[in-house]
Every structure is written in C-alpha cells, then in structure tokens.
C-alpha cells in the first residue's frame, strides 16, 4: 500500500541517493572535514551536533528531543549545518545553471 505523505527524509528523486551521498562526501573534504566515508560523516555531524550544544548551553538529550523550542533546534542546525548544506547548496545551483547553459533538462545531482 503506497503511502499517503512524504516523510521530510524521502528524496523527490527517486534512486538520487548515492548521488547526493557522493556530492556530501565531496563538499565535506573540500571544507576540510575529510570523512573516510559516509558513516563517518554521519559520526562527526552528530559528534558536532553535541559539540555545539554544549557550546551553546542548550540541553540535547539523546533520543527524543521534540520538546526542545525551535530557536534552540534552530540554533545548532544553523552554526552545524551552514559550511556544509551552503556549500551543497551552491554546487547544486551551479550543476542546474550549467545544464541550463548547455540546453539540458535539469536534474541531475553530479
């Protein structure tokens, strides 16, 4: 039975994964993280995810969180995820600028 809603983590593109691990991978050696690969990634995101908590004194638990207000979530999202999801983000507009320039239909990741 096929579901009725997105999650936030289904990809519009489906079989896009590997692809947007790989550009992950990518972006995160050019900002000087060097993960031997995507587990390791994954471990130092959440590694740092407690560092900035700590940092900023607000009170992450491990497991359930979902009480945490949003301007704290928001806080360890913006000081984590800005070298990394801005960097993505700026290569992805680049692929579509450039399959633009080139007349191709845009989409591709890599």
């Known amino acids: 039975m096929p579901r009725s ?3 936030e983590f289904d990809l519009l593109v489906p079989g896009a994964a590997p692809a947007l691990d790989a550009l992950k991978l990518e972006v995160a050696r050019e900002i ?9 990634l994954r471990n ?11 940092e900023l004194g607000i009170p992450l638990r491990a497991g359930y ?6 301007r704290y979530a928001g806080a360890i999202g913006g000081r984590l995820g800005g070298r990394l999801g801005g960097q993505m983000v700026r290569r992805m507009i680049a692929l579509a600028e450039e399959d633009l320039r080139r007349g191709v239909t845009p989409g591709r990741l890599v």
């Open 5 to 7: 809603r997105r999650s």
């Open 32 to 40: 000087g993280w060097n993960p031997a690969d995507l587990t390791d």
């Open 44 to 54: 130092r995101i959440a590694e740092a995810r407690w560092d900035v908590a700590r």
């Open 65 to 70: 969180n979902g009480d945490l207000p949003s």
